[in-house]
């Protein structure tokens, strides 16, 4: 069963407007958290990051919130540019060798 | 550039027939992985390796096996590929924050991918 879920397989959001994409997970030793972006014919490159001591992670117009309680994450891209269109990966890990990653978001922000 | 290289890029091949993907990092990494990409499951992790001939399982090792001789080169063996090996595959490479005497944080660089097809 998988540890890293996203539940939504795609996501369609307007120009200028916030992109809010989630993610969940089953494993309470999880202890660090990322988002990648993968354009197609390219490998996934890193996002944004955070650990599980924190609650927010903010790098320009994308932010990570962490809910332990719930275990839930979730990326949010404000304002969303048409270059943000993409897939977008959550992992997780624990201990940082080991990572699992979700099934992916695709994103398509419409100018 | 800072880069990881997977070679080779594509690949069509039949079952049975022993296959290797190189995959090589010029970032003086410790750490490498390979991960298979597959509609509907994300990325899945089948070997990573922390240093030179220190490998280990991940999620999905069945069918492959993996050498770490070299710091910058992680080779994907399949010895008897059969279909269910099907795939895209992803090769990533970190460093190790050895300041924190643990792994670190350090995000993974990863490769363009290969796709490999086994009829």
């Known amino acids: 069963d998988q540890q890293v879920k996203q539940n939504s397989p795609s996501l369609s959001v307007q120009e200028g407007r916030i992109s809010i994409l989630n993610c969940d997970y089953t494993n309470s030793m999880f202890d660090y958290f990322l988002w990648y972006k993968k354009y197609p014919a390219e490998g996934p490159t890193f996002l944004i990051s955070?650990?599980?001591?924190?609650d927010k992670n903010e790098d320009g117009r994308f932010t990570v919130f962490l809910n332990k309680s719930a275990k839930h994450l979730s990326l949010h891209i404000v304002p969303s540019q048409p270059g943000d269109s993409a897939v977008y990966f959550c992992?997780?890990?624990?201990?940082?060798?080991?990572?699992?990653f979700g099934s992916g978001t695709k994103l398509n922000v419409k100018p | 550039e800072a880069q990881v290289t997977q070679n080779p890029r594509y690949l069509i091949t039949v079952t049975g027939k022993k296959l290797t993907v190189t995959c090589s990092q010029n970032m003086n990494h410790e750490y490498m992985s390979w991960y298979r990409q597959d509609p509907g499951l994300g990325l899945r992790q089948i070997y990573y390796s922390m240093n030179v001939e220190v490998t280990d399982k991940g999620d999905v090792p069945e069918g492959y096996k993996v050498s770490r001789k070299e710091k910058r080169n992680f080779p994907l063996i399949l010895e008897s590929p059969s279909p269910n090996q099907t795939s895209l595959y992803f090769c990533?490479?970190?460093?190790?924050?050895?300041?924190?005497?643990?792994?670190?944080?350090?995000?993974?660089?990863f490769g363009d991918g290969t796709r490999l097809s086994i009829l």
């Open positions: 992992a997780a890990s624990a201990h940082f060798n080991k990572f699992y």
């Open positions: 990533a490479s970190r460093p190790i924050d050895r300041d924190r005497g643990l792994v670190g944080n350090q995000p993974q660089h």
């Open positions: 955070i650990s599980s001591i924190k």
